[in-house]
T-cell receptor, first 114, second 115 residues
Framework: GQNIDQPTEMTATEGAIVQINCTYQ??????LFWYQQHAGEAPTFLSY????GLEEKGRFSSFLSRSKGYSYLLLKELQMKDSASYLC???????????????FGAGTRLFVKA | DTEVTQTPKHLVMGMTNKKSLKCEQH?????MYWYKQKAKKPPELMFV???????INESVPSRFSPECPNSSLLNLHLHALQPEDSALYLC??????????????FGDGTRLSIL
């Protein structure tokens, strides 16, 4: 089966750094995404990893180790507006036509306090 | 505002009604998706269309019927829904391809309530 695990909730302080971990057990791995979702809004794309290593994008960085089935999202210089859910999502092969589908983890709710 | 437009934003319907959710994108994406999301839960994939053909159906009950009339539009026809079908229904689109950075772009969703 396909399984994605991430912590349910995290709390951090404004200006600090926070790391949100994600572990996955999937077949047909074809990339890992991180999305941000504010309550009542649509998920928005943050980062993508398909090869091992670190991808940096401004205040956000994401790391992937395919051999360990592990990724993390690193948020620096936290701001109050970063309070949201962070979804780890894995793209895998699926369907009869060999297409791809994305499986979402349950999400990590991040609370940023002053 | 997102580049994927969903209408209506809110829908309340009875269990015997027939209604449709609509999704539109003009980014040239040839893959489109329907997701169902319950409160405090992740999006759950329902259907995937690739080049206007249904490629994945995640064992969704037949009371949900998707339709992709052209490369920009995706509909979800609803009939005889149950109260447990109340949720946020998200549409998304992405380029089609084997690899590369192809994130999904999500619409704001339709919040559906079944009475």
């Amino acid at each position: 089966g396909q399984n994605i695990d991430q912590p349910t909730e995290m709390t951090a302080t404004e200006g600090a750094i926070v790391q949100i971990n994600c572990t996955y057990q999937t077949s047909g791995f074809n990339g890992l995404f991180w999305y941000q979702q504010h309550a009542g809004e649509a998920p928005t794309f943050l980062s993508y990893n398909v090869l091992d290593g670190l991808e940096e994008k401004g205040r956000f960085s994401s790391f992937l180790s395919r051999s360990k089935g592990y990724s993390y999202l690193l948020l620096k210089e936290l701001q109050m507006k970063d309070s949201a859910s962070y979804l780890c999502a894995v793209r895998v092969r699926g369907g009869n036509t060999g297409g791809f589908k994305t499986i979402f983890g349950a999400g990590t709710r991040l609370f940023v306090k002053a | 505002d997102t580049e994927v437009t969903q209408t209506p934003k809110h829908l309340v319907m009875g269990m015997t009604n027939k209604k449709s959710l609509k999704c539109e994108q003009h980014m040239g994406h040839r893959a489109m998706y329907w997701y169902k999301q319950k409160a405090k839960k992740p999006p759950e994939l329902m259907f995937v269309y690739s080049y206007e053909k249904l490629s994945i159906n995640e064992s969704v009950p037949s009371r949900f019927s998707p339709e992709c009339p052209n490369s920009s539009l995706l509909n979800l026809h609803l009939h005889a829904l149950q109260p447990e079908d109340s949720a946020l229904y998200l549409c998304a689109s992405s380029p089609v391809g084997v690899g590369g950075n192809q994130p999904q772009h999500f619409g704001d969703g339709t919040r559906l309530s079944i009475l």
